[in-house]
């Protein structure tokens, strides 16, 4: 791993900036000046140090977006968490392709990347410093002899933040290492077996739903983990099951499911008049949208920064080369031309379904050259689906940094979820659940289900959010002949890649500095 600037025995929580966390808008500890045992002195420490890893989910580090990240010798900008599983989920699967040329960033769309990527090591660091994170609250909150009310609730929200982080873990790289708050600090962990690691997060997430301390669902106000987060995070466990043990759980993901849909969330489905409703969920005031959004990853124009999250999405899609594309609609300064999509995606949509939601004006359909010297920019159509407006026509706090909050899990999800377990014949009503959503995009109600249907509906319904990668995995989509796209496998037509390719490498500079460790079968 890259070297944590903050040793992990001493408080992690540094700022200048306000906590991503309205509810937890606190003064961060300063670690410069205190350690755990000093600083945690009352329930206001407990929330600072709580604030701090939430932060992590938004910010690459404590400083704002120009100021130095949390993992020395990165990118502040390309080591944001959400930034790098965008890379890793987006720009590997039909949705995305980037025009850039940093470093290996196209390797992700031509699916060639090596063991020593740059921004694989990028995000692998950041899920691990994460679970840092949340480590060390645990284990300093229950050291501490300080007493008051939430301390028990607060440890719960951690480890429900620590358990998303091990999800990506498990969903992205398989056998990872794995620490908990019992683990000694400073000391190389061991590495955990892909099924061993579902069974941990099973575990984790089954005994905080029936515990007492986590929060019910919205119940600690938005953007807070809380048992509909812990249930959407199990429900995504048993729904990707048979990729990760090799045992399918269609019944287990469906009754989480039940339990869920009956927690009080609901679809987004009356909107302002400027925008539809779904877009609204897109927006600088989605926080606005609690009837759906389960949970988000905050961003502040002026408080939270950083060049990743839905500022990368939303300046990274606008093309500032096409005139036509006008940064001001979007509520921007200007467009970095970045993120396009491949045709093959722009084809599952109707213009009459709300979620199209894209820009095609002055944009080529094709992209012919994926490494043209000019011209580039102005190959395949631009998403408009997340913007730094408001709902009410207005804009965010400052163009030059977006308001709009990352939604990561929401009840369209669920939904989604529900039409899936019923095709693979779980006992749930998947069809109502998925005319649901259809009815709120515009589009045609159905009486029955089909798992190519419902691959397509998930890509119409949930693009940008970084879900894509994993559904084509689940669908045998992702490297097989059976479904081709654009630049798949680096050729213009597609092409199919190994299977080896739906985990990605553990980084070599890991395997060097940690020898428990082993290389995914495929990179060996």
């Given at each position: 791993?890259?070297?944590?600037?903050?040793?992990?025995?001493?408080?992690?929580?540094?700022?200048?900036?306000?906590?991503?966390?309205?509810?937890?808008?606190?003064?961060?500890?300063?670690?410069?000046?205190?350690?755990?045992?000093?600083?945690?002195?009352?329930?206001?420490?407990?929330?600072?140090?709580?604030?701090?890893?939430?932060?992590?989910?938004?910010?690459?580090?404590?400083?704002?977006?120009?100021?130095?990240?949390?993992?020395?010798?990165?990118?502040?900008?390309?080591?944001?968490?959400?930034?790098?599983?965008?890379?890793?989920?987006?720009?590997?699967?039909?949705?995305?392709?980037?025009?850039?040329?940093?470093?290996?960033?196209?390797?992700?769309?031509?699916?060639?990347?090596?063991?020593?990527?740059?921004?694989?090591?990028?995000?692998?660091?950041?899920?691990?410093?994460?679970?840092?994170?949340?480590?060390?609250?645990?284990?300093?909150?229950?050291?501490?002899?300080?007493?008051?009310?939430?301390?028990?609730?607060?440890?719960?929200?951690?480890?429900?933040?620590?358990?998303?982080?091990?999800?990506?873990a498990i969903d992205n790289f398989g056998n990872v290492p794995f620490a908990d708050e019992t683990s000694i600090v400073g000391q190389n962990p061991d590495q955990i077996t892909r099924a061993k690691l579902y069974e941990w997060l099973e575990k984790e997430l089954t005994d905080l739903i029936d515990g007492s301390d986590l929060a019910a669902p919205r119940a600690n106000g938005y953007a807070r983990a809380d048992k509909g987060v812990a249930k959407f995070l199990l429900a995504k466990l048993y729904l990707n099951a048979e990729v990760y043990t090799g045992t399918a759980q269609w019944q287990k993901c469906a009754d989480v499911l039940k339990d869920l849909m009956d927690d009080g969330y609901s679809l987004h489905t009356t909107s302002k008049g400027n925008y539809s409703a779904y877009q609204e969920l897109f927006l600088a005031d989605n926080d606005k949208c609690t009837d759906e959004i389960i949970f988000a990853v905050e961003q502040d124009g002026v408080n939270t920064t950083s060049y990743g999250a839905t500022n990368y999405i939303i300046f990274g899609s606008t093309i500032g080369d096409n005139p036509t594309m006008n940064p001001d609609e979007i509520g921007i300064t200007s467009g970095w031309s970045g993120i396009h999509m491949t045709p093959e995606f722009y084809d599952k949509f109707?213009?009459?379904?709300?979620?199209?939601?894209?820009?095609?004006?002055?944009?080529?359909?094709?992209?012919?050259?994926?490494?043209?010297?000019?011209?580039?920019?102005?190959?395949?159509?631009?998403?408009?689906?997340?913007?730094?407006?408001?709902?009410?026509?207005?804009?965010?706090?400052?163009?030059?940094?977006?308001?709009?909050?990352?939604?990561?899990?929401?009840?369209?999800?669920?939904?989604?979820?529900?039409?899936?377990?019923?095709?693979?014949?779980?006992?749930?009503?998947?069809?109502?659940?998925?005319?649901?959503?259809?009815?709120?995009?515009?589009?045609?109600?159905?009486?029955?289900?089909?798992?190519?249907?419902?691959?397509?509906?998930?890509?119409?319904?949930?693009?940008?959010?970084?879900?894509?990668?994993?559904?084509?995995?689940?669908?045998?989509?992702?490297?097989?002949?059976?479904?081709?796209?654009?630049?798949?496998?680096?050729?213009f037509e597609g092409r199919a890649v190994d299977a080896g390719r739906s985990l990605f490498p553990i980084p070599d500079s890991d395997l060097l500095a940690n020898t428990k460790l082993q290389q995914n079968e495929y990179y060996k």
């Open positions: 791993m890259k070297t944590i600037k903050y040793i992990l025995g001493t408080l992690v929580i540094a700022a200048s900036l306000s906590a991503c966390v309205k509810d937890l808008d606190v003064i961060p500890i300063d670690p410069n000046a205190n350690t755990a045992d000093k600083a945690l002195v009352d329930e206001a420490a407990f929330q600072s140090l709580l604030a701090g890893v939430y932060t992590g989910y938004a910010c690459p580090g404590y400083y704002g977006k120009d100021g130095s990240p949390s993992l020395s010798g990165l990118d502040g900008g390309a080591s944001q968490y959400i930034r790098g599983l965008y890379n890793l989920n987006e720009l590997t699967t039909d949705e995305s392709m980037i025009s850039w040329n940093d470093q290996t960033i196209k390797n992700f769309h031509w699916m060639n990347w090596t063991t020593d990527d740059s921004f694989i090591y990028s995000f692998y660091s950041r899920i691990f410093l994460q679970v840092s994170f949340a480590n060390e609250f645990i284990r300093e909150a229950k050291a501490s002899s300080v007493e008051f009310a939430k301390k028990n609730e607060y440890i719960a929200e951690a480890r429900v933040l620590r358990a998303l982080a091990y999800y990506h109707s213009k009459d379904d709300a979620r199209y939601l894209f820009h095609t004006e002055g944009q080529s359909r094709d992209v012919i050259d994926l490494m043209a010297a000019d011209g580039l920019n102005l190959q395949g159509y631009a998403f408009k689906k997340f913007l730094n407006r408001t709902s009410e026509g207005g804009f965010g706090k400052e163009k030059g940094s977006v308001d709009t909050d990352f939604p990561m899990m929401r009840y369209a999800d669920v939904l989604l979820m529900a039409a899936e377990c019923q095709a693979h014949n779980a006992n749930i009503d998947g069809v109502s659940a998925y005319n649901q959503v259809r009815t709120r995009a515009g589009m045609p109600t159905v009486s029955a289900l089909s798992l190519s249907e419902i691959i397509d509906e998930r890509a119409r319904e949930l693009y940008q959010e970084c879900w894509r990668r994993s559904d084509l995995i689940r669908f045998g989509l992702f490297t097989s002949g059976d479904y081709l796209w654009q630049w798949k496998g680096n050729v």
